[in-house]
């Protein structure tokens, strides 16, 4: 399918927006968790120049979704991402939900953390390659995503370091048996 950029009110950035909203709104009800999950204080340089690409990335991908044209309908690629969407918003939802329960000095390791060290990132990941298939594999889509994943990955690899030091054996331990993607690796 081929995609041309236009602005419409139901485009990609809906989808996008949606779960970065679900995000604020998680973060707000649970507000001591909120804190720790933005709590930068501990950011070097490296991890504040992360930081930055994957904000730049994010936004990019935003401006670019607001002129990306979902292909809304019966095709295999919509049926595909919509499902993936509902799978990874499901998904989003619990991990918040495990991460706002937990107490603040502790690993956070119930929930989807069970299977996941880092299901927050994987299920927003997951919710832009949905989005990806719904607008009908737009590179535009495609391209700010990919940036954006891998920004992110380097970014829970300096988290991972700081939850070593932060929570110890404990939090070794629990890298030890629990993936870092769900599933993988």
Known sequence: METTLHFKWQNAYIWILFMIIVQFIALFLAKDAGKRAVDTSWYGKKEK???????????????????????????WLFATGTLLYILSFAGF???????????LNETVTRGVYRISRNPQYFFYNMSLVAVFLMTGCSLWILLPSALFIIAAHLIILCEEKYCE???????????????????FF
């Open 49 to 75: 120049t992360l930081m930055f690409w994957n904000f730049l990335f994010q936004f990019l991908l935003i401006g670019v979704s607001f002129f990306v044209p979902v292909h809304y309908g019966r095709s």
């Open 165 to 183: 030091r932060t929570y110890g054996e404990n939090y070794v331990g629990y890298k030890k048996r629990t993936p870092r993607y769900f599933l």
């Open 93 to 103: 939802v619990a991990a918040f939900h495990a991460y706002g329960t937990t107490p």
